[in-house]
């Protein structure tokens, strides 16, 4: 089974061509965060997306991007489509898609989303995609991963990591901060932010015009996975179990979304990116 460090390390694409001077992590705006954080004081705006920058751009070498522009530019066109329709629509989001066939999606702080190939080869449809997505949202929009920095052991983690960083500016510092994200990543949220992503998303996919119902479909489809496939492993063990997910959101719609249910699911549009993409797919040596 792959090393969870790898499934772990990643997570962003732009709307516009990748750069390693689009990702810099600045030092200076770093300063910032650290005496706000140690405090278990939320950083600014300001100082959550450039955590979430410096967190993304330095995970993702483990994990590249798939080198297809054209289903980058889709996946980031139906993320920020669905982001606008958030209570944080001004956010820099950023989404995109790592040329990997393991199941997962992971969301940094200021709006750095990121899912795996394999993820996006298990879905049918437009309206699946943008459940994902709404749920990787969701726990921006709420800060779930601001709010599990702050808990616990975490606390110290983050704090110090951040603190020596911003001291120091050093490589080995830099690591440390690194590596305390990795942890997160591995660890997991609380399963109560992933059941709260699950209601707001499916909410938050409606509003942008999406089936409700793509987020369940997702789930569903997880739930039917042979738990012991290595290509779940990080899912299965970040994340509730899918079946008792599905339970939870869709007891909660049932009744109150089943009139949006006959929005659209766009499964044409997807089907024909997908193909596209496969028929162009060179995975990286």
């Known amino acids: 089974m792959k090393s969870l460090v790898k499934f772990s390390m990643l997570l962003l694409v732009t709307l516009t061509p990748l750069s390693a001077h689009a990702f810099k992590l600045d030092t200076d705006k770093l300063k910032g965060i650290v005496d706000k954080t140690k405090a278990l004081k939320d950083p600014t705006e300001a100082d959550e997306i450039e955590l979430g920058k410096g967190i993304s751009a330095n995970i993702l070498g483990a994990a590249p991007l798939v080198n297809d522009a054209e289903l980058q530019n889709y996946v980031n066109r139906v993320g920020r ?10 956010l820099p989001w950023h989404f995109g898609v790592t040329d990997d066939n393991d199941v997962y999606a992971f969301s940094t702080p200021g709006g750095y989303i990121l899912l795996s190939r394999g993820f996006l080869l298990h879905m049918r449809d437009e309206a699946e995609l943008a459940g994902v997505l709404a749920h990787e949202i969701m726990h921006v929009v709420e800060k779930h991963i601001i709010k599990t920095m702050k808990k616990g052991a975490f606390t110290g983690l ?15 510092s830099y690591s440390k901060l690194v590596n305390g994200g990795t942890e997160l990543y591995t660890r997991g949220l609380d399963k109560e932010d992933e059941f709260a992503a699950d209601r707001a998303g499916v909410v938050l996919a409606a509003r942008a015009g999406y089936d409700p119902y793509g987020l369940p479909s997702v789930l569903q489809t997880l739930a039917s996975i ?32 089943d009139k949006l249910a006959d929005q659209p699911r766009v499964p044409t549009r997807f089907a024909q990116i997908m193909k596209a993409h496969v028929a162009r797919y060179q995975p990286h040596k």
């Open 81 to 90: 489509w669905i982001a606008i329709h958030s209570e944080r629509p001004a």
């Open 158 to 172: 983050f704090g110090d990591a951040l603190s020596s960083y911003a001291e120091h500016k050093g490589k080995e």
């Open 226 to 257: 042979n738990p012991k496939d290595d290509a779940v492993a990080l899912m299965f063990k970040t994340h509730p179990d899918s079946g008792v997910r599905l339970e939870k959101v869709t007891s909660l719609m049932d009744g109150r979304l």
